[in-house]
């Protein structure tokens, strides 16, 4: 019997990891234990995800908290290694690219465990994102890569990595989409927030480049045309610069509200006129969607969102000119390969061949 790590910590992570272990909890291969960081705590960003997602409590909570990244990581780092000191896991599963993905790569790989990277491969190549830096060494150290899609299969060979450790088994985040879309389609949100279907944008933002300077957030707001309501489900990081610098009064087009549940904020954005953001899950499921997204960032690490999706990367001062252009022409959802829900099964293969190796 093999025994299975999943973890996670901030809130993307957790519509990652649902898909593998709903896959794995059943198999009688395997043991599957989820460990949580602790790096997202606040219930809105944590819990409500656990239960819409069917998520057992955490098998294990490490309790991190909010810090610096060298706080963050060195705390999880510490924590986490004393745990697989005690259970001994065969397979540690990280995903993306926030803090603890890295901490518990680097922790379980000096104890010699095999560590396995979701959604491997992606590269923005710029390392003033904290996310770069975390991807690049994951992705350097980690001995099973699973990509989401091709150019990731490509940027990993062209570093080096052995193609025989890299399998593209596509987007799992779209699983959970895929497996929730009954509850979605049955969720009030659009009445609830008092938004008519196609006549509203949804905005999202947390990047420190884009948040931390409250000037600039303010140049942001005020690029996005004033014709439209504009639905802003704000981050807690975003809600303390705006709470100490905004009188939000002043830009009444603009609904401030808490972040949502996981299916109110797929429902949001599936009927939706078009997004803002500066998320990457969002730009993903914007083009899976058929949502035209308009990304507040120089690069992105999700190419393939531009090349075969609905996303289109903007400044402050080209968005009102793109968004113009864009939502007066026809947008169809993306067929990207293998963003069809299967994600988790095809991992579930990959890892069982590997234990019988
Ligand atoms: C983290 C990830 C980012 C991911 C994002 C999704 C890293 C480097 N960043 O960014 O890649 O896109 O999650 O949301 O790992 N806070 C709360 N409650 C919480 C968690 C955070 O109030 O439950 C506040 C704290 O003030 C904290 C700040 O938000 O300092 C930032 O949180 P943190 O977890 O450090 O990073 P995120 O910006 O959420």
């Not at 705006?242 to 509200?257: D, S």
């Not at 009102?320 to 988790?344: F, Y």
Request: with cysteine; net charge neutral.
């Amino acid at each position: 019997m093999k025994k299975i790590h999943l973890i996670c910590a901030a809130r993307p992570n957790f519509v990652k990891l649902a898909p593998l272990f709903h896959a794995l909890k059943n198999e009688t291969w395997c043991q599957t234990y989820i460990i949580h960081t602790g790096q997202h705590y606040d219930a809105a960003l944590s819990d409500i995800f656990f239960k819409e997602l069917k998520l057992p409590i955490p098998h294990f909570n490490l309790n991190i908290g909010s810090g610096t990244h060298a706080e963050q990581t060195g705390k999880t780092m510490m924590a986490y290694e004393v745990l697989l000191i005690q259970e001994k896991p065969d397979f540690v599963i990280v995903f993306g690219d926030v803090n603890a993905t890295l901490a518990c790569t680097i922790a379980a790989k000096k104890l010699g465990i095999t560590v396995v990277h979701v959604e491997s491969g992606l590269r923005s190549y710029d390392r003033s994102m904290p996310e770069e830096i975390n991807r690049m060494v994951v992705d350097r150290l980690s001995d099973i890569l699973l990509t989401p899609s091709n150019d990731a299969n490509e940027n990993l060979l062209k570093e080096g990595v052995d193609n025989s450790k890299i399998h593209l088994v596509g987007n799992i985040m779209i699983d959970s989409l895929v497996s929730l879309r009954d509850l979605i389609e049955r969720k009030n949100t659009l009445n609830d927030l008092q938004v008519t279907p196609h006549n509203y944008c949804v905005l999202t933002l947390h990047r420190p480049s884009n948040v931390d300077n409250h000037n600039y957030l303010e140049e942001i707001l005020c690029s996005i045309p004033s014709n439209i309501d504009i639905v802003f489900p704000v981050h807690p990081r975003t809600m303390e610069v705006l709470i100490n610098n905004f009188n939000l009064k002043n830009y009444p087009k603009i609904k401030f509200i808490k972040p949502l549940p996981y299916s109110d904020f797929i429902k949001l954005i599936s009927h939706s006129s078009f997004i803002v953001t500066d998320s990457g899950g969002v730009q993903e499921e914007s083009s899976y969607l058929g949502v035209p997204c308009f990304t507040l960032r120089n690069n992105t690490e999700r190419p393939v969102t531009i090349t075969h999706g609905t996303n289109h990367l903007v400044n402050t001062e080209n968005l009102s000119e793109s968004i113009r252009k864009v939502v007066n022409s026809e947008v169809v959802p993306a067929l990207i390969p293998m963003w069809d829900g299967k994600t988790a099964h095809r991992i579930k293969k990959i890892l069982k061949e590997y234990t019988n190796k």
